[in-house]
């Protein structure tokens, strides 16, 4: 016993020592300098899964909050990988720097896909300029969208112009590449409007086909959705819309339907509260929510109507499911509209990979 005693002493003794000893060698700036520069370099490394890859179809949710703040989620975005092709839809605030700190190759988006004019989907259009071009583009980001991105473009432009003439001074940059380039697409003619089912291929390249689809987001219009088609995968991204047969029809038989949903409950709860605290404007915002947005289970019947193989939520509100009790109200109902195997709630960093050749979705998490 007393040997054991020695024994457990002597190693006790040994570890205050070394931490002791490793407490004083972390204030010598040469030991501070040394694992700096070992962090930044595993830091610098762009992780595989930011990057495309010839043969498959990925998909990355870098915001999925609806407009109220969230700790853990940034506003709507998600980046769509297809083989060598990098797109992003939507640009929401806090997206940029979301896909920064998962080290994402900003230089490598092809384009800028935008369903709408809403704030809460295009709040980081200035950062997904400027954090490409610093990164290594050499020209203009095209920013696609309906008619009325013409003019956001050149918006944006003037906004940043001061802050593309400091760089392009300071980093011997090409300014001229900094800028947003509108590619136009149409889908917002006042005769279309009624039925709200037009659609446009506008991307078709090395296998990859892009259509975007007129939803219903009245009183917003435009409003579209995207279909990404690549090598016999196929993805469709809602944006905003109440219930719309032109969705079902542009998400027939996909692989992956990412779609947005609202919680009846938790709207109406959050509207109440709000204007018994007082705050009618805001109360009255929220209450009109719902005539423009599906809830979960719309969503559920709009997947089963598509015959879509794999339904995620995102853009979920209007309190975003950060809990295991908002995740509860948020999903109610969606048990007997869909199987559990066929839907799933998204966040900010999942990764969904479909291999070329396969069925398979692979779900990961960025970081």
């Not at 700190?101 to 004019?117: A, D, K, S």
């Not at 296998?207 to 917003?220: C, D, N, S, W």
């Not at 853009?315 to 969606?334: E, K, S, T, V």
């Not at 969904?352 to 960025?366: C, M, T, Y």
């Amino acid at each position: 016993m007393k040997v054991r005693f020695k024994r457990v002493r002597t190693v006790l003794i040994l570890l205050v020592v070394l931490a002791i000893g490793a407490f004083a060698a972390l204030r010598v700036p040469a030991v501070q300098d040394w694992l700096f520069v070992q962090g930044v370099k595993r830091g610098m490394a762009v992780h595989a899964d930011m990057m495309p890859a010839e043969g498959h179809l990925k998909v990355l949710l870098c915001g999925t909050s609806a407009p109220p703040p969230s700790m853990v989620r940034a506003k709507a975005c998600t980046v769509v990988m297809a083989g060598t092709h990098v797109f992003v839809v939507d640009t929401g605030p806090g997206s940029a720097n979301r896909l920064g700190l998962w080290r994402f190759p900003f230089e490598r988006i092809e384009g800028v896909m935008l369903t709408h004019f809403h704030s809460d989907h295009i709040g980081d259009l200035g950062e997904f300029r400027m954090q490409g071009w610093v990164a290594g583009r050499t020209a203009p980001l095209p920013l696609y969208g309906p008619t009325g991105v013409e003019e956001l473009a050149a918006g944006v432009n003037r906004t940043y112009a001061a802050d593309a003439a400091y760089r392009a001074g300071e980093h011997e940059l090409d300014a001229a590449a900094a800028e947003l380039v509108a590619v136009p697409f149409g889908l917002a003619d006042e005769a279309q409007r009624v039925k709200h089912d037009a659609s446009a291929i506008i991307y078709d390249k090395d296998g990859l086909r892009i259509t975007a689809f007129q939803v219903m987001h009245e009183p917003v219009y435009p409003a579209v959705g995207y279909r990404f088609d690549y090598k016999g995968r196929s993805v469709v991204i809602s944006g905003d819309t109440a219930v719309s047969s032109n969705l079902v029809r542009a998400a027939k038989d996909a692989d992956l339907l990412v779609h947005e949903g609202q919680s009846e409950a938790m709207r109406q709860t959050f509207a109440q509260a709000l204007a018994e605290a007082g705050r009618t404007k805001l109360a009255r915002v929220i209450g009109q929510v719902g005539n423009y947005h599906v809830t979960p289970v719309q969503a559920a019947e709009a997947a089963n109507a598509a015959k879509v193989k794999l339904l995620v939520f995102n853009h979920m509100g209007p309190i975003a499911p950060d809990n295991w009790l908002l995740r509860q109200i948020f999903a109610r109902g969606l048990a007997d509209a869909r199987p559990a195997s066929g839907w799933t709630l998204g966040y900010d960093g999942m990764i969904l990979d479909l291999p070329v050749g396969s069925k398979e979705i692979a779900r990961r998490q960025a970081g």
